[in-house]
């Protein structure tokens, strides 16, 4: 299915809402998000037990008490992980590694701003995660076709979809059902 143009209309609103989500998701999907567990950067040992391979301990005589902390720290949560999550870790890591250097980085990078945003911006962005996992598959290839569409946009089109989100957002949400409704409406009458 081609993507819709998206720059005028109860569409481009509507598809507007979608393609932000799945933005923000498809930035976070690379990634875990913050919690107790390691992310890929900082992935530790690999084998089933977790315990540090014979070259490990040589190593940790050069580090600093601080980053034999860290790196304690680190270990003790690995090891607190349920065998499952530990080979779901493992798998999320060896794909990073697969990924080019520009990749990686960009995904560090994205990281990082995660994790300046206030408690309340991540946990805006954890929910935009959870509603893109809820999504079916057809509705994340819809969702990630809108998105290609958006980066081909030029800078005016992306602005003027921008200010539609922003007219968009700022009506009341009861009026914002009523246009969803009537858009719906329009698109099955339309597809008969």
């Known amino acids: 299915m081609a993507a819709a143009p998206c720059t005028t209309g109860h569409l481009a609103r509507s598809s507007l809402a979608v393609l932000l989500t799945a933005a923000a998701v498809l930035l976070l999907d690379a990634f875990p998000v913050r ?20 070259n490990a301990a040589e190593h940790r005589q050069e580090l600093s008490a601080e980053e034999k902390a860290r790196l304690e720290e680190r270990l003790e949560r690995w090891r607190q992980l349920d065998p499952a999550r530990q080979a779901a870790l493992r798998r999320r890591h060896e794909r990073f590694k697969q990924l080019s250097p520009d990749e990686r980085e960009r995904i560090k990078a994205n990281w990082r701003h995660y994790q300046s945003l206030s408690p309340e911006e991540q946990d805006a962005v954890r929910e935009r995660f959870r509603r893109w996992q809820d999504l079916s598959e057809e509705e994340k290839a819809r969702a990630r076709e809108l998105f290609r569409h958006y980066r081909e946009m030029s ?38």
């Open 155 to 192: 800078p005016e089109q992306r602005e003027r979809l921008k200010e539609q989100l922003r007219r968009w957002q700022s009506l009341p949400p009861e009026r914002r059902q009523e246009l969803r409704e009537r858009f719906l409406e329009h698109r099955s009458r339309k597809s008969r």
């Open 35 to 54: 919690s107790a567990e390691p992310r890929p950067a900082d992935a530790v040992p690999h084998r089933a037990d977790a315990s540090p391979q014979p």
